[in-house]
C-alpha cells in the first residue's frame, strides 16, 4: 500500500485509489493520551516503522479541534521527531536497496505529517495570549505560550524540525523510487513548508533557523528538480510579503554559492523580466518587492545577473518608479562590483559605458525619485568612473543643482562633493597654475611636433614632397584663375616694396612647404610685373594664354604655373644638418615623447575642465545656502568645505556666504556652520598638538579676518564665530597668546596690518570671555595709546573697539585716568593731521567709548569739543571742518543714548533704593505700587523733556552749532566738498533725532538735499537718518513718506539699494503703513541690479508671512503696475506678478481675489489692463468654489475672450485646474462646462450670446472640448463670415443625422441646436425639443451624457419661458430658457453699461 501526498489533510480520511492509504478511524480527544503512550513504547521497539502503525494517531491530533490542553499535541511532535531520527538512522544504513516500499512509505508519512505540525505549532506560535490581547501589547517572543501553557519553545523546535528534514533528504532517497526519482508532491510538500516558514518576519530574522531553511531548499533544488517551482513561489512570496524580497535574495545567494546552481536565481530573472507593464503599473506592492530583490540579488551575485541584464533593461522604460530605480542601483552595483578595474576586456569597456550612459540619461527623468536615486547610484560608483567621464557627470549635476525638489538638489550637491573629494587630477583644483602648466606643456608638445616634422622633411627628398602636394596645389592654381580680379585681390599677398627675386622665391618655398598653395599662387602672379625678364617671369605669350577665357588655354595657363611652382619648389637647397639630424634623433623615441606629452596635455586639459566645472557651482551653492530647505543648506556647507580643501577658485565666496548663517534661527545649520569653520581652520591637523598647531590657527584667522573685512564686509558675523569658538574653547590659551605677542609685535616678521587685525581678533574673543581684555589694559595702553597710535589712527580705533567688551556694570573710569586723557589727547591733537584718514573711525569709537565707561562722560566730551573747535577754526581747511562736523553729530547722537540709557536707569536705580528704604520704615500699599509706576514716567517725561528742550538750546553746546549744519548744507555751492556735504547731512539727521520741533523745522531741507543733491554719499546718509528719524518721530515723517518711495527710481543703483533697504526695515517693523505705494517696492523685482532683485524677493517673502498684510494691498499692486503711465512693460509685469503670487498659497485669500479680479474687469476699458488681469488670475490656485465663482461671474469677461492672449490665459486657467480638481467628483463638469463657455465667447465674440446658453444646456464632453481647443486659431475670414451668421435671425429644426454628440465642435453645436439671437425682430425662439433628445440618445450610446443635460431634457413647462427687455435704441433681446434654466442673462446692452 502506497502513501500518496494528498491536496488537503481531510483528503487522508477517504480512499482515492485503491492502492493509496486511508486514515481508518480518527481516535476522539479522550483516548489520544493512551495512544500516545502506546506509540512513546512502540519507539522503542519497532523504531522506524512505528509511523506506520500509529500515523492514524499522530493524524488524529492535528484533527483533535476542541483539544483544551496542548499536552497531547507537544507530547506527538516529541514522539514525531524521534520518529525522524529513527528513520534516518535507517535509511542511512539501508537506502542502498532498491525500491524499499516499507521505507518509502515511511518517510513520506515522516515528512508530510512534520509539515502538518510545523504548520499548525507556526499558527499557535503566532496567537496571541489572553494576557496579550487584554493588555494590548504586541506580540512576544514566537514561543507556544497559548492559555495552557506549553512548556515546548517553538524557536528551538522549529529549527530542528528543519536540520530532521534537511538530513533525511541529504541522503540519496530517490532511490527508494522506481525509476529513482522522489515523488515530486512530496517535494512541493517540504518546499511549501519552507515558504511558509519564511513567510513569518521573526523567522526570516532567525539567522540559525533561516540558514537552515536555504540549505533544505537549495538541496531541492540542486537534487530534487525544484527549481522551477522554487522560483514561482518565490515570486508569489515577494508579492505577498515585504521581507520576502531581501530573504529571497539571500536564499539565492546561498544556493547559488554553496550548491554551485544559479539556474533557479536565474529562473527567477526571467520570470520578472518577462511580467508585463500593465501588470507592474497596477500592482505597485510587487513592483516594490521585485525592485528590492533585484537590487539584493546585484548586490549578492552580480555575476548572475549580469549575463541577463539584456532581459531587465526594458524595465528602465516601465511607469513604475520603484523598478527604474531598482534598475539604476542594479547598474551602479555592476559597475561597482563587475565592471571595474584595469583589466577588463574591451567587451566589458564597452559595456560600462554604456551603462554610465544609460545613468547619465536618466539625471533628467520626468520622476523626481528617480532622479535623486540616479544621482545616489552614481555617487556611490564615483570610484569606479573612468577619469574621462567626470567632467561629463560633473556638467549632467551641475544643472540638477536648479531642480524643483529639495531631494534632488540634495543628492546633487553630495555627488558634486564626492567628485571633488574623489577627483583623479590632484589636491589642488586652483584653475590659475593649472593654466599657466597647461600652456608650458602645450608648448613642449608644439616644439615636439615641430622637431618630428623637420625630421620627417630631412628624410623625405623635395621631389616626393612635390608629389604628395601636387593635388592641392592643382586645385589651387585653377582656383586663383577661375576667381575673378576683386576677390583674388582682397585674399591676395601684398609684394614688398624692397622683395628680391631671392626673397619672393624663399616666400613661395615657405608658403608650399606650410600647405598655403593659394598664397604661393598669388605671390607668383603678383611678381610677374615687378620682376620682368626674371627667371620668375613668364613668357609673353604665356601671358597672352592667361588672358584668354577659353578652357583648354586656361587648362594651358596652369600647367605653365605649376612648372613654374615646381621648379621654384625644387630649388630650395636642402640643409646640410639634416643627415646630422636623422643620425641623432631616433623616430620612434621622438614619437613616443610626443606620445606622453600628449598623455599630459590631455590630463591636464580635462583637469582645467574639471576646475572650471566646480567653479561655475559655486554661485549656485552659494543662492542655496540662503534656501528654507535645510537639506540644501547643509549639503552645501559640506560643498563649501570640501572646494576650500581643495583650494577651488572662488571658494572663498561659498564661504563667505556661509558666514552669514552664523545668525540662522535653525540650532542646527547653526551648528553646521561653526563645525564646518573649526575643520576648515581650527582643527585641520588633528595629529599635531596645541602648542605646534597654535601659530597654524593665528595665521588662517589673521587672515579671514582681513578677508571677511575688506573684501566682503562681514566682520559682525566673523565677530560672532569667533565668540563662538572662544564659547566652545575651540580657541585655547595658547592661540591668544600668541594673538597677544602678534598684536605687541615679539613675533617675528610681523606686520602693522598683522597687529591690528590680531587685536582686531582679540576684541572679538573678549565678546564672549571679557577677562581676554580686562586683564591686559596695560598692554593695550601702552601697544595701543602710546606713540603707535599717533601714527596709526586705525590702530587706536581697534584699541577703543576692543576697551567697549569690557561691561559697563561695575567701576567706571574717571576723567583723569590714562585711557580717557590718552584718547582726549589723540582726538585733540590728531584732528590737524591730515595725512592720515583714520581720524573719524578713531573719533567714533573714542566718543562711544567716553560715554560707556566713563563717570563724567560729558564733561570729557565738552572739553574735547571746544580744544578742537578752537583748532579748526584758526585754520581755513576743508578736511578739519569735516572732521568737526562728524565729531559734533557723532556726540549728539552719544549723548541722547547716554540720557536715555545710562542715566534714565540710574534715576530709576535710586528712586528703587529710595523706595526700599522708605518700605523698610513703613508699610507699603497698593497706592505705594501705583506711585512708584507714576515716579518712573515722570522720569521719563523728565528725560524726555531734557532732550527735546535742553540739549539744543541757543546757549547750550550743540544748539550753538545747529545753525553752521544748516548753513554748510544751504550754501551747497560755497562749501561743495563731497565728503563736507556727507558729514554734514548725517550730522544734520542725528541733530533732528533729538527734538521733534528741529526736526519739523529741517524736514523740508533735508528733502530738498535728498532730491536735488549730485552727490550719492550725501543721498545714501539722508536716507539713513531718515530711517532713524521715522523710529524716533513717526508723527513729522508720516507726511513724507511719498519722498522716500520715490528714491527707488533714483538713477544710482546705491541710492536705490540703500532707499530699499531702509524702506523694507520700516515696513517689516510696522513703522509704515502698507499702502498701495508699495508698488515701488513691486518694481524693484524687476531692477537691473540682481543685489536689489534679490533684496526685493526677500522683503516679499518676509511680508508674507506677516499674516494678510501681502494679500491686502496685491490687488492695488496690479492695478498701479497696469496703469501705462507707470511705464511697466508686459514682461517686467508679468516677472512681478509671478513673484508675488507665488506666496499666495492660501485657497481662501486665492478665491478672494479671484473675485475681486473678476470684477475688475467691468471697472477698467484698456485692452492692456485686461491681460494684465487675466495674467494675474491665471498664477493663482484654483478650487472647487474657484471654478464656480469663474462661472458665476463669466459675463464679467466673456466679452473680452474674443482677445487671443486673454483666451490662451483662461486656458491656463482650464488646464491648472483640471491638474487640481480632476481626482474630486463633480469638479470635472464645471471644468467641461467652464471649459465650453469659453470656447464658444472666443470662437463667435459677444455677439454669440445664445451660443453660451447652448454650452450651458450641452454641456460639451471632453472629446468636443479637445477638438474645440484645435480650433483656436482661425482665419480673419472665417471670423467675419461667424460675425454675418450671428446678426442675422436664423430659426433651424434641421435633424441631420451628419454628427453625433460626441464629435460636435462648439459651431456645430451652435448650429444645430437651432437657438438663435435676434437683435432686428422681438419674439421668442423655440428650441428644437426634438434635436435634444436625439443628440441624448446619440450621446448615450457612448455614456457621456452629465445630469444636467438629462435634466433639461424634461421641461416642467410646456411653453418656453421668455426673458424680453430693451435698449434704448428700440433694440430687444430675447432668449429662449428651457426651465428650469441654468442661469439668466441680463440683456447685452445693459451688461455693456453696467
Not at 872 to 889: A, D, H, K, M, P
Not at 1302 to 1318: A, D, H, I, Y
Amino acid at each position: 500500500m502506497e502513501f500518496s501526498i494528498p491536496i488537503s489533510f481531510a483528503d487522508l480520511k477517504t480512499k482515492q485509489h485503491p492502492n493509496d492509504y486511508s486514515v481508518s478511524d480518527v481516535i476522539s480527544a479522550r483516548l489520544l493520551p493512551t495512544k500516545i503512550a502506546e506509540l512513546r513504547s512502540d519507539l522503542k521497539q519497532f523504531e522506524h516503522s512505528t509511523v506506520l502503525t500509529h500515523f492514524d494517531t499522530l493524524y488524529s491530533v492535528l484533527c483533535a479541534e476542541n483539544d483544551q490542553e496542548n499536552t497531547t499535541l507537544e507530547s506527538a511532535w516529541s514522539c514525531l521527531l524521534k520518529c525522524l531520527g529513527k528513520l534516518y538512522e535507517a535509511l542511512d544504513g539501508n537506502c542502498v536497496k532498491m525500491a524499499d516500499s516499507s521505507l518509502r512509505t515511511s518517510l513520506s508519512m515522516s515528512i508530510y505529517l512534520t509539515t502538518e505540525y510545523v504548520d499548525r505549532l507556526e499558527t499557535l506560535s503566532n496567537k496571541p495570549t489572553t494576557e496579550q490581547i487584554v493588555a494590548g501589547k504586541k506580540k512576544g517572543k514566537r514561543k507556544v505560550e497559548s492559555a495552557d501553557n506549553m512548556s515546548i519553545d517553538w524557536t528551538v523546535e522549529r529549527c530542528k524540525s528543519v536540520k530532521c528534514i534537511t538530513k533525511l533528504m541529504s541522503l540519496p532517497v530517490q532511490r527508494l523510487w522506481e525509476p529513482p526519482v522522489v515523488d515530486q508532491n512530496l517535494i512541493n510538500c517540504i518546499g511549501s513548508c519552507c515558504f511558509k516558514l519564511l513567510h513569518n518576519p521573526v523567522t526570516a530574522k532567525l539567522k540559525d533557523t533561516k540558514e537552515e531553511i536555504f540549505h533544505l531548499i537549495g538541496i531541492l533544488v540542486k537534487r530534487h528538480k525544484y527549481s522551477l517551482s522554487a522560483a514561482v513561489q518565490a515570486l508569489e512570496s515577494m508579492k505577498s510579503f515585504e521581507h520576502m524580497a531581501s530573504t529571497m535574495a539571500e536564499c539565492l545567494s546561498v544556493i547559488t554559492r554553496e550548491f554551485s546552481f544559479p539556474r533557479t536565481a536565474q529562473d527567477l530573472i526571467r520570470e520578472i523580466s518577462s511580467l508585463s507593464a500593465d501588470y507592474l503599473q497596477k500592482d505597485s506592492v510587487a513592483a516594490k518587492s521585485y525592485s528590492v530583490f533585484l537590487t539584493e540579488v546585484a548586490d549578492l551575485m552580480p555575476d548572475v545577473l549580469l549575463p541577463l541584464i539584456s532581459l531587465l533593461l526594458p524595465l528602465l522604460e516601465s511607469d513604475p518608479f520603484s523598478l527604474r530605480n531598482a534598475m539604476l542601483s542594479v547598474l551602479g552595483k555592476l559597475i561597482t562590483n563587475v565592471l571595474t578595474g584595469d583589466e577588463l576586456n574591451p567587451n566589458q569597456k564597452k559595456m560600462r559605458e554604456e551603462f554610465i550612459d544609460t545613468l547619465c540619461e536618466h539625471v533628467h527623468d520626468c520622476h523626481g525619485f528617480v532622479r535623486s536615486k540616479v544621482l545616489q547610484v552614481i555617487t556611490s560608483l564615483v570610484d569606479s568612473l573612468p577619469v574621462t567621464r567626470y567632467s561629463e557627470v560633473g556638467q549632467l549635476t551641475l544643472g540638477r543643482l536648479n531642480d524643483r525638489l529639495p531631494n534632488v538638489r540634495k543628492y546633487a550637491l553630495q555627488l558634486l562633493t564626492t567628485l571633488i573629494s574623489h577627483n583623479p587630477y590632484g589636491a589642488t583644483l586652483t584653475d590659475k597654475e593649472l593654466v599657466e602648466t597647461l600652456e608650458s606643456e602645450t608648448s613642449k608638445l608644439a616644439e615636439l611636433k615641430s622637431r618630428a616634422q623637420r625630421t620627417l622633411t630631412a628624410v623625405i627628398s623635395p621631389a616626393e614632397i612635390w608629389e604628395a602636394m601636387l593635388p592641392e596645389t592643382v586645385s589651387a592654381v585653377e582656383e586663383c584663375l577661375r576667381e575673378n580680379s576683386e576677390k583674388l585681390e582682397d585674399d591676395s599677398v601684398v609684394l614688398e616694396s624692397d622683395a628680391t627675386v631671392d626673397s619672393v622665391k624663399e616666400d613661395i618655398n615657405k608658403l608650399l612647404t606650410d600647405c598655403r598653395q593659394s598664397k604661393a599662387v598669388q605671390l607668383l602672379l603678383q611678381s610677374q610685373q615687378v620682376f620682368a625678364g626674371s627667371e620668375l617671369e613668364l613668357s609673353p605669350s604665356e601671358e597672352d594664354h592667361m588672358e584668354e577665357e577659353d578652357n583648354s588655354q586656361l587648362e594651358g595657363n596652369s600647367q605653365l604655373i605649376l612648372d613654374k611652382l615646381k621648379a621654384i619648389f625644387l630649388s630650395q637647397k636642402v640643409p646640410e644638418s639634416s643627415a646630422e639630424e636623422q643620425t641623432s634623433e631616433d623616430g620612434d623615441e621622438l614619437k613616443e615623447l610626443m606620445r606622453k606629452q600628449e598623455v599630459v596635455v590631455n590630463y591636464l586639459r580635462e583637469t582645467y575642465k574639471f576646475c572650471d566645472l566646480i567653479k561655475s557651482a559655486m554661485p549656485t551653492v552659494c543662492i542655496l545656502l540662503c534656501s528654507k530647505h535645510s537639506s540644501d543648506v547643509v549639503e552645501s556647507i559640506k560643498f563649501v568645505v570640501m572646494s576650500v580643501q581643495f583650494g577651488v577658485t572662488d571658494a572663498m565666496n561659498g564661504l563667505a556666504s556661509m558666514l552669514k548663517l552664523i545668525w540662522s534661527e535653525d540650532s542646527n545649520i547653526k551648528l553646521a556652520v561653526v563645525e564646518a569653520f573649526k575643520t576648515l581652520y581650527i582643527l585641520s591637523d588633528s595629529e599635531t598638538g596645541d602648542v605646534k598647531r597654535a601659530p597654524q590657527v593665528v595665521a588662517s584667522l589673521i587672515g579671514l579676518t582681513k578677508a571677511f573685512g575688506e573684501l566682503y564686509g562681514l566682520l559682525t558675523s566673523w565677530e560672532e564665530m569667533v565668540a563662538e569658538f572662544v564659547r566652545s574653547e575651540a580657541i585655547g590659551s595658547q592661540v591668544l597668546q600668541l594673538l597677544w605677542q602678534s598684536f605687541t609685535k615679539k613675533l617675528d616678521s610681523t606686520t602693522d596690518s598683522d597687529s591690528k587685525l590680531s587685536l582686531q581678533l582679540l576684541a572679538m574673543a573678549a565678546k564672549a570671555r571679557p577677562g581676554i581684555i580686562s586683564s591686559n589694559l596695560d598692554i593695550l595702553l601702552a601697544d595701543g595709546l602710546g606713540e603707535r597710535a599717533t601714527r596709526d589712527f586705525l590702530l587706536a580705533r581697534d584699541v577703543c573697539f576692543a576697551l567697549l567688551t569690557l561691561p559697563s556694570k561695575g567701576t567706571l573710569l574717571p576723567a583723569d585716568h590714562n585711557i580717557v586723557t590718552s584718547l582726549s589727547r589723540l582726538l585733540t591733537e590728531g584732528i590737524l593731521d591730515t595725512t592720515q584718514s583714520g581720524w573719524i573711525p578713531l573719533m567714533e569709537q573714542a566718543v562711544t567709548f567716553i560715554y560707556h565707561l566713563t563717570d563724567v562722560p560729558d564733561e570729557t566730551v565738552t572739553q574735547i569739543v571746544k580744544e578742537t573747535y578752537s583748532l579748526v577754526t584758526s585754520r581755513q581747511n576743508i578736511l578739519l571742518l569735516t572732521r568737526f562736523v562728524c565729531l559734533i553729530g557723532h556726540v549728539a547722537l552719544r549723548q541722547l543714548t547716554y540720557l536715555e540709557g545710562r542715566v534714565l536707569v540710574e534715576l530709576k536705580a535710586r528712586r528703587k533704593r529710595q523706595k526700599q528704604k522708605t518700605i523698610e520704615t513703613t508699610t507699603g500699599s497698593s497706592s505705594d505700587e501705583l506711585g512708584q509706576t507714576t515716579t518712573d514716567d515722570l522720569e521719563t517725561e523728565v528725560i524726555m523733556k531734557v532732550i527735546e528742550t535742553e540739549l539744543l538750546r541757543e546757549c547750550s553746546l550743540l544748539g550753538s552749532f545747529l545753525p553752521l549744519l544748516t548753513h554748510i548744507i544751504q550754501e551747497r555751492q560755497r562749501y561743495d566738498d563731497r565728503g563736507l556735504q556727507a558729514a554734514a547731512t548725517l550730522s544734520l539727521g542725528k541733530f533732528m533725532l533729538l527734538s521733534s520741533d528741529i526736526c519739523r523745522q529741517h524736514l523740508r531741507l533735508f528733502f530738498t538735499v535728498l532730491e536735488r543733491s549730485s552727490y550719492v554719499e550725501v543721498k545714501t546718509n539722508a536716507i539713513v537718518a531718515l530711517s532713524d528719524m521715522v523710529f524716533r518721530h513717526p508723527n513729522e515723517l508720516e507726511p513724507w513718506t511719498p519722498n522716500l518711495y520715490a528714491r527707488l527710481r533714483d538713477e544710482s543703483p546705491l541710492v536705490r539699494r540703500s532707499t530699499l533697504m531702509v524702506m523694507t526695515r520700516l515696513i517689516l517693523n510696522d513703522m509704515v503703513k502698507v499702502k498701495g505705494q508699495i508698488s515701488e517696492i513691486a518694481r524693484c523685482l524687476v531692477d537691473p541690479e540682481h543685489a536689489i532683485r534679490r533684496m526685493a524677493e526677500q522683503f516679499f517673502c518676509e511680508l508674507a508671512n506677516k499674516g494678510r498684510a501681502l494679500y491686502n494691498v496685491l490687488l492695488d499692486i496690479v492695478s498701479r503696475l497696469s496703469d501705462p503711465q507707470i511705464g511697466v512693460t508686459d514682461k517686467q509685469f508679468q516677472t512681478v506678478c509671478t513673484e508675488l503670487f507665488s506666496h499666495t498659497n492660501n485657497d481662501k485669500q486665492s478665491e478672494s481675489l479671484i473675485e475681486r479680479f473678476l470684477h475688475r474687469f467691468r471697472a477698467t476699458t484698456d485692452e492692456r489692463q485686461w491681460r494684465h488681469i487675466s495674467f494675474c488670475l491665471s498664477r493663482l490656485t484654483y478650487t472647487e468654489r474657484s471654478v464656480k465663482k469663474l462661472l458665476e461671474l463669466f459675463s464679467c469677461y466673456s466679452d473680452k475672450l474674443a482677445d487671443e492672449q486673454i483666451y490662451e490665459l483662461f486656458m491656463v486657467i482650464v488646464d491648472k485646474a483640471n491638474q487640481k480638481l480632476k481626482p474630486k467628483p463633480g469638479a470635472k463638469e464645471l471644468i467641461l462646462e467652464l471649459s465650453a463657455k469659453i470656447e464658444v465667447a472666443h470662437t463667435k465674440g459677444i455677439d454669440g450670446e445664445e451660443e453660451l446658453e447652448d454650452a450651458t444646456v450641452l454641456g460639451l464632453s471632453q472629446s468636443n472640448i479637445s477638438l474645440a481647443k484645435g480650433r483656436r486659431k482661425r482665419s480673419s475670414r472665417a471670423k467675419k463670415r461667424n460675425k454675418e451668421n450671428s446678426s442675422q435671425s436664423q430659426y433651424s429644426d434641421d435633424d441631420s443625422d451628419d454628427s453625433t454628440c460626441s464629435r460636435l465642435s462648439v459651431s456645430s453645436v451652435s448650429q444645430e441646436t437651432g437657438v438663435r439671437r435676434s437683435t432686428r425682430r422681438t419674439g421668442a425662439v423655440k428650441p428644437s425639443q426634438k434635436l435634444l433628445t436625439e443628440l441624448i440618445e446619440e450621446s448615450e450610446e457612448e455614456d457621456a451624457v452629465p445630469n444636467f443635460i438629462r435634466s433639461a431634457q424634461k421641461p416642467k413647462s410646456s411653453k418656453p419661458k421668455l426673458i424680453l427687455s430693451s435698449s434704448d435704441e428700440d433694440e430687444v433681446s430675447a432668449e429662449a430658457v428651457i426651465s428650469p434654466a441654468p442661469f439668466q442673462r441680463r440683456p447685452l446692452r445693459q451688461r455693456n453699461k453696467s
